[in-house]
Every structure is written in C-alpha cells, then in structure tokens.
C-alpha cells in the first residue's frame, strides 16, 4: 500500500546551521504517528517543512503519491494537509467563527452551518464563544480553536504541532482526549510532542528525534517501554 | 461664520488625507512596511486624470477611471518588483527602497512632464449657497468620496472571504498561510486597492490645489502618514478620524495662527499625541496570552 505521506531524506538549513539532517519516515492513512524528542531536536522544522513554509536542499516529500516538497504553503493545504502550529497562533483579533471560516479558506464556496457545527461538536465551549473575538479565549480554549480551525479544511492528515504546550495538566488530557477521538473517527494525524509520556499513549508508531536526525522508531508502546526512551523522555 | 467655513475645508482638506491614509494604513497592516511612493502614485494618478483630460480630450470621469487603472497597476508592478524580492529582507532594506521607488517616481515624472506646474481643472467648480456660507463643490464631493471610500473598506475587510484573508496576513501571515491563504497574492491585492485610492486622492487634491507637479505627492504624501499614525496605524476608522483632525488642525492653523507655522503645527500634535498614547488614537493593542 501507498503511504499517505512519505518525507524522504529531507535536510533542511537555516542559513549554515544544518537543522534537518536526511530525515525520513512515514505516515498511513489512519494512523497516529508522533515525533518526540528534546527542545531543538527539529521537530518543528520537520513539521513547517512538509507544510511548505520551510524548504528542504535535498530529498522529497511525498503526499498521496504526488510530489509536494516544490509547492507553496497555500497549495499544499489545498491538498489536504492541515498543520496546527505551535504556539497555536490564531488570529487573536478576529471571532471565533472567522477564524474556523480562515481554517475552510481553501474551500471556494463559503462555510456553510452545517460545517461549523461539525466542529462545534467536538468542541462545545467554541459554539458558546462564536462572537467572541479569540484573544479573550482562554489557553485552552484557543488550543481548542486551533485544532477546530485546521479541521476546517476537512484534512486528509492533521498535523499537531506541540498542542500540549503551556496548558495545565488537566487541559493537557482533555487535548489529549480530543486527539484520541479525531482518531478513532478516522483522522490521519501527525504529532509533535515533547511531553513524550502523553503522546506515545496515543500514537499507533513513534519516531524519536535527536539533534535533526530520527534515532529510534517502533510502536508507541515499543518505545513507551523501550529503556532508551525512558531514561532520556520518560523521567526514569 | 467664518470659523464654520474654515472646519470645513479642514475636513474636506482631512478627507483627503485620510484616504491616502488608507494606503499607508493597509499596506502597513499587511507588508508591515512603509510605502513612501504611495505619495507620488498620488501624483502620477493626477497627471494621468489631467493629461487624458487635455491631451486625450477625455470626459473627465473617464481620465479619472484611467488614472485609477494606472495607478492599480503601477502599485502592483512597484510592489512586485521592488518590494517583494526583499520580503525576507530586514525592515530598513525595504524602508530605504521605497524611499528609492519615491525619487524615482517623481524624477520620471519630471522626465516625462517636465519640472514646471501644470495647471490642473478640477473636476468640478462652482459652489453651493448654505445660509451665509459657500461650500464648494469639491469639498462635498471630497467628503462624500471618503465617506463612501470607507464605508466600502469596511465592509470588505468585514464580510468578505478577501477581505478576512487580509485581516488574518496581516496578523500572522505564517498562520495565514497554513489556512491555504496565498500571501504574495494578498499583499499584492493591498497595493492595488491602496494605489487606486491613491489615484483618487490624486484627482480630489489637484482639484483643491488647481495645479500639479512632480513633488505635488510628497507632502501630502507625509501629512497622510502623519494622520495614519495619528490615527493608529493597521486601523481604517484611525486612517479616517486621523486624516480628518489632520486637516481640521491644518486648516485652523492657517487661519488663526500662521500659515508658515501650520506644518509646524501639524507635526507637534503628532508627538504630543504619540507620547501620550504610543499606539495612536485608536491603535489596537491585544495583549497575548503565553
């Protein structure tokens, strides 16, 4: 079978620095699959460089069969690859609808109803809060929002960028919660995570990242139990 | 009697400093840079009205439409030429630059029309009789030209998928981009509706001025960015309400003071009003949650 994404040998620089080094690895169609590693292992870059907004010199990236490593950001969402960045980065002076109806930009036609009401179910306290403009959102509620906005491009692949961060460790489950149900409804998703614990508690395979290369790679429960990634991830 | 007439012009004086306003607002809002040309597109937009009006023996209504289609094109030709391939570039390479496109504009000019003023007709004269005073007809048509030039952006900005998209550039263009959200094509879409209002201020000012130069565009050109300042820069309300002070304050120094000192004026209440509130009258400041 065809993998849904294929990032190949990809080496990636800023400036001299070589932050990404002959990275590869795979996603299919279903899967949870999650990046971990330490602050500055280049998860991230990994992440921003299959989303087109950072280049690679070398290797390719491959998305449903069809070359997107050359493509501009706006093209590759239009592809069906949607990225929840770091930081979140709504649009903090826009509502709350606008931004979800940002998330559906791709589709021409305008966000009809039944469409935010899709991510209204997921995320109730979004429907409550639709007039309201993001930036008096709490953390989470803007996580929430985050997540609700990239859904709105109906994505083949989610990709998660770090979703856990600065969020007390109750809002930490509840994400959590939510990515385990996005995949139990069938959605394709890619996660970056430095709370390792967390996220090898839902990903089908993990690959673990060090200093811009991917070291060991196995089941979330392999590594979960692997002694390497315990003693470097999983404190102890 | 003769305050009322002097508040007058100064608002119409003002409308037309707030929509060139709108230019430096917008494009700042999106590009986050400067745009010092947009003064002298306003002078090309009034030698293309006045000369399709005098040489071509157009309508006036049509060198105006033409005005506006060359200036659109020129904005968008200048921004992709000159400002795009710096787009990763640090701020003062882009600054320098546009300062560079301004010299260049206004030296083409001379070129082409040579140094010397041109008389310009406005596009409409004569005035209207309200109780004791006359109002002419370009400040109305001035002030109702802004009235609906605003009300228009706003809508836009407001309702329209376009106009959303700019919003959202021109707060993360990143995350704009992760939307789907072409950005190139976004702030291109920005010089072109900047530079056509910039063809109709053109138009508006010579008509007030009766005459046209290559410089005619600087300093109306800096007063403008002045009042977007004033205003709040990013805010298309700020452009509006600080375009019109602008003028109001202009145009009552020149009456009551001294008409050498009005810039003087004009420039003190900008950073008496700057010190005060750093972001303008009605600059957005949202705080970030961490």
Redesign the interface.
């Given at each position: 079978m065809e993998h849904l994404l294929k990032v190949e040998n990809i080496n990636v620089y800023y400036g001299a620095i070589h932050a990404i080094k002959d990275v590869s690895f795979h996603v299919d169609a279903g899967e949870v699959v999650t990046l971990i590693g330490a602050n500055g292992a280049g998860k991230s870059t990994t992440l921003q460089t299959i989303?087109?907004?950072l280049r690679s010199r070398s290797g390719g990236i491959e998305f449903n069969g069809e070359s997107i490593g050359r493509l501009?950001?706006?093209r590759i969402?239009?592809r069906g690859l949607?990225?929840v960045?770091e930081g979140r980065?709504?649009?903090?002076?826009?509502s709350v609808q606008?931004n979800l109806?940002?998330?559906a930009?791709?589709r021409?036609g305008?966000v009809s109803e039944e469409e935010l009401e899709r991510v209204f179910e997921q995320f109730p306290r979004l429907k409550e809060r639709r007039r309201q403009?993001a930036?008096t959102?709490?953390?989470g509620e803007?996580q929430m929002l985050a997540i609700g906005?990239?859904l709105m491009?109906r994505p083949q692949l989610l990709m998660l960028d770090e979703p856990s961060m600065?969020l007390a460790p109750i809002l930490v489950e509840q994400i959590f919660e939510i990515i385990g149900k996005l995949h139990r409804s069938g959605t394709t998703i890619l996660l970056v995570e430095q709370n390792a614990q967390m996220a090898l508690s839902v990903a089908d395979r993990a690959y673990v990242m060090e200093t811009g290369r991917i070291g060991l790679s196995g089941t979330g429960r392999e590594l979960a139990e692997s002694d390497l990634v315990k003693k470097a991830y999983l404190g102890g | 009697m003769e305050f009322l007439s002097y508040l007058i012009i100064g608002v119409s004086l003002g409308s037309v400093y707030a929509i060139i306003a709108l230019g430096y607002t917008m494009v700042y809002g999106i590009a986050k840079m400067l745009n010092f040309a947009h003064g002298d597109v306003i002078m090309v937009g009034g030698y293309i009205s006045l000369l399709s009006m005098t040489s071509l023996g157009l309508p006036w209504w049509a060198g105006v439409l033409l005005a506006i289609l060359v200036c659109t094109v020129l904005g968008v030709v200048i921004e992709g030429l000159a400002y795009k391939p710096l787009r990763a570039s640090p701020s003062l390479a882009v600054l320098i630059t546009a300062i560079g496109v301004s010299y260049f504009l206004q030296n083409a000019a001379q070129l082409l029309w040579g140094a010397s003023p041109m008389s310009y007709t406005p596009i409409v004269s004569g005035s209207l009789p309200v109780g004791g005073l006359s109002i002419s007809y370009i400040s109305l048509v001035t002030i109702v030209m802004c009235v609906v030039i605003m009300t228009a952006l706003t809508l836009f900005t407001e309702k329209t998928?376009m106009g959303?998209?700019m919003?959202?550039c021109s707060?993360?263009k990143?995350?704009?981009?992760?939307?789907?959200?072409?950005?190139n094509r976004t702030i291109s879409l920005t010089f072109a509706i900047g530079s056509a209002l910039a063809a109709i201020a053109g138009v508006l000012l010579c008509s007030f001025n009766t005459s046209l130069m290559p410089t005619t565009g600087s300093m109306p050109g800096i007063k403008a960015f002045t009042a977007a300042v004033f205003g709040g820069i990013g805010s298309i309300p700020g452009a509006l309400l600080g375009g019109v002070l602008l003028g109001i304050i202009e145009s009552l120094a020149k009456a009551y003071i001294s008409t050498q000192l009005a810039n003087s004026i004009v420039f003190a209440v900008l950073i008496v009003t700057l010190l005060v509130r750093p972001a303008g009258l009605l600059g957005?400041y949202?705080?970030?949650?961490?």
């Open positions: 989303s087109g907004l501009p950001p706006h969402v239009e949607a990225q960045p980065r709504i649009f903090l002076q826009m606008e109806e940002m998330g930009f791709t021409r305008g403009i930036g959102l709490s953390g803007q906005r990239a491009s600065g | 998928r959303k998209a919003r959202a707060e993360d990143g995350a704009a981009q992760l939307m789907g959200i072409n950005v957005k949202v705080p970030e949650k961490v």
